[in-house]
């Protein structure tokens, strides 16, 4: 788990989105993305948000 929000170089499969969120709550990849697959059932602004993370989440090592 690591304390802040980044997305990783390596787990990822898109952008590292949901790879970066697992890392930094301490949870498993795939399971945030069956999560994230999962909400994009429900109305809702999940693939907005998804799209705002990906650029404003800084890339691991930078």
């Known amino acids: 788990m690591t304390s802040t929000l980044t997305r990783p170089q390596h787990k990822k499969v898109i952008a590292g989105v949901c790879a970066g969120l697992a890392d930094r709550f301490g949870m498993k990849p795939n399971t945030v993305r069956l999560i994230?697959?999962?909400?994009?059932?429900?109305?809702?602004?999940?693939?907005?948000?998804?799209?705002v993370l990906w650029f404003m989440m800084p890339k691991a090592g930078y």
Do not use: D, E, R
């Open 36 to 51: 994230f697959v999962l909400s994009c059932l429900l109305p809702g602004p999940q693939f907005v948000v998804y799209l």
